[in-house]
């Protein structure tokens, strides 16, 4: 479809450009406090690794543009299309790890003065909150809160919009950002099979880089959003809601996000609904870090976060969990590569505890190159 598009337009008006990228997370797992040789029942926020070398995330992508076609000034046309391999957040994390497709979009952006959009078609991150729009590469320890990757499809097929506004005066004004999408439920790529719909709406205030966890310059920035989420699926309906919330002040950053889900069963139906009764789904969590600046680019993020998470409000077991990480990582210790450590302590606040608090080590390799324009 781009080939065509592109084809079709005058190379003496605009060249197309692109940049070709890689991603590429390798954890150590150096302590596990889990040593049975029978694996723990299932909990959220364990991924169950045992004392080794695991492959968390591998991705190539590519993303081609064409700035300011004929007759369209002020707008660039783009497709990306990424495809790899994410390891599961948990052992309750349905994701498969097979190398698929894991974005595969065609859309344009449009600068005219203080208004801004990008527009969007395809296969596509659902972009409801501040984390999940923070790229896995720029995350300080390589994943999302138990929150992002259970409460809301992380990705699906459908269309979004993200129209803005500058308000103020300078280098950084205030940005004002709607930003909403429909989507396919089931969240299949090649298949749509009647299970319902995905719709969402979200209004972000920012000024400054307010999706940065660091800033090499020391920038500072502020931004808040809240979103809402209604999700269709067969045997039931949820309807989430979302706030959050990022403050920076040179090089200290403290962000935060609460998503509380309500589901309840359908009426008249001849399946097993996904739940027997309204059920509310709360998670909430808040990260400080700071940054200590090197040469170039070059320096070091430490952070904490803490989390909680209640997949049945009516219950109390091993659906309650919180959960504790803290460590470091080198931004650009070498050229698109970073490295860190942490440890994470996770509990059940309910049921039965088990111990499972892992030290690790992780390393980032996210290479580009680009080409044309």
Not at 42 to 69: F, I
Not at 79 to 88: C, F, K, L, N
Not at 280 to 289: S, V
Not at 294 to 319: K, P, T
């Amino acid at each position: 479809m781009l080939a065509a598009l592109l084809l079709s337009w005058n190379a003496e008006a605009s060249e197309v450009r692109g940049e070709a990228t890689g991603l590429l997370h390798t954890w150590l797992t150096a302590y596990d406090q889990d040593d049975d040789p029978v694996a723990d029942p299932a909990g959220y926020g364990d991924p169950e690794h045992d004392m080794g070398l695991t492959l968390q995330r591998a991705r190539l992508g590519l993303v081609l543009e064409l700035p300011d076609p004929p007759k369209l000034t002020g707008t660039t046309v783009w497709m990306t299309t990424v495809v790899g391999s994410d390891a599961p957040a948990d052992a309750l994390d349905t994701a498969s790890s097979d190398i698929a497709l894991i974005d595969a979009r065609l859309g344009f952006d449009q600068d005219i003065g203080r208004y801004h959009n990008r527009t969007a078609v395809g296969f596509q991150r659902i972009q409801y909150s501040r984390e999940s729009m923070i790229a896995s590469a720029d995350l300080v320890f390589q994943d999302r809160s138990i929150g992002a990757t259970h409460l809301v499809p992380s990705r699906s097929v459908g269309v979004s919009a993200a129209p803005s506004l500058d308000w103020g005066k300078g280098e950084t004004p205030v940005r004002t950002t709607l930003r909403f999408g429909a989507f396919d439920a089931t969240s299949e790529l090649f298949d749509s099979s009647g299970g319902g719909g995905l719709a969402f709406g979200r209004l972000d205030v920012g000024w400054g880089e307010d999706h940065a966890t660091w800033s090499a310059d020391g920038d500072s920035a502020l931004g808040a959003g809240a979103s809402l989420v209604g999700h269709d699926v067969v045997g039931a309906t949820d309807l989430t809601w979302h706030v959050d919330l990022l403050a920076r002040w040179r090089w200290v950053t403290a962000l935060g996000g609460l998503t509380r889900s309500t589901v309840r069963p359908a009426d008249g139906l001849l399946v097993n609904p996904l739940v027997n009764l309204e059920t509310e789904r709360t998670a909430t969590w808040a990260q400080l870090g700071g940054f200590i600046p090197c040469s170039g680019d070059q320096g070091l993020e430490i952070a904490a976060r803490y989390e909680l998470f209640d997949d049945a409000g009516h219950l109390e077991d091993n659906g309650d969990v919180s959960r504790l990480t803290a460590g470091l990582t080198w931004r650009n210790l070498v050229p698109f590569v970073d490295m860190g450590a942490g440890y994470v302590h996770r509990e059940e606040l309910h049921g039965n505890a088990f111990d499972n608090d892992t030290l690790r080590i992780w390393i980032g390799a996210r290479p580009k190159v680009g080409f044309g324009g």
